[in-house]
């Protein structure tokens, strides 16, 4: 199965990278956001991403503008009706996910794919909120969306093999490595990486080290391109601390148990680079 059509719900940062690889296959992209304004701010990021890469020589001129004109956004999920493959990257929330999906159930063809970008939460949740479960699947893109290559595609009890098949195709189209992955909490990557993260902030809050030494230590120490703290930073500290209250709902281990210091940054609005301020300080 080809995906011709492919809708986007969500106008992030998720979003817009998601959209823009999704073009980069030759389909056709239709994005939907809640506001004109951030339906705009997404081809805006795109315009950015495509003339970096441009400039930088990893793109033809005219790819450039083959792959921005496959690009629209819209305000309206029912401009979304003709999709072959609907990818939503909205707000980690399962109450929002839920909602979203019981509404593309009653607006897109009973034989378009769904899947979700969560990187957490339980896939077949959402599958059941649609007349055909078999056809929703987890297609977990990494952020940034256009350089990592990894893509976690989560198999629900419920999909069928044609759709973790075309999902999974989908994702090499668009020249990244698929891992078909369990419909676990957590997945792979964040089952491992989030107990790394909570502990780095738990040795900061015992007064352990600095969490500049901390960063420099995981980086000389272990050859890692990030510290723990800038990586949250970078992640956002309120997705994080979602995403730890999802794995310590699931496994009730200790490990995943976010540790105060982090909900109280979250509580006071510090969520990392995206506000401006998280474990380090940045330029709105």
Known sequence: MSFERIGVVGSGIMGSGVAEVAASTGATVIVCSRTTERADAVLVTIDRSLARQVEKGKLDVEVAAAIRARVSVTTQLKDLRES???????????AVKLELFATLNTVV?????????????????????????????GVHFFNPVTTMTLVEVVRPISASDETIAAATEFVRACNKEPIEVKDQAGFIVNALLFPYLNNAVRLLEQGVATKE??????????????????LLDLVGLDTSLS????????YADANYAPVPLLRRMVSAGQLGRKS????YQYQK
């Open 84 to 94: 072959d493959f609907v990818m939503e990257t909205v707000v980690e929330d399962l």
């Open 109 to 137: 063809d009973p034989t378009t794919v769904l899947a979700t970008c969560t990187s957490t939460l339980p896939v077949i949740d959402l599958a059941m909120q649609v007349t055909r479960p078999e056809r929703v699947c």
């Open 213 to 230: 030494g901390i960063d420099a230590a995981m980086k000389g120490g272990c050859g890692f391109p990030m510290g723990p703290f800038a």
């Open 243 to 250: 995403i730890l209250d999802a794995l310590y709902a699931e």
């Open 276 to 279: 401006g301020a998280g474990f």
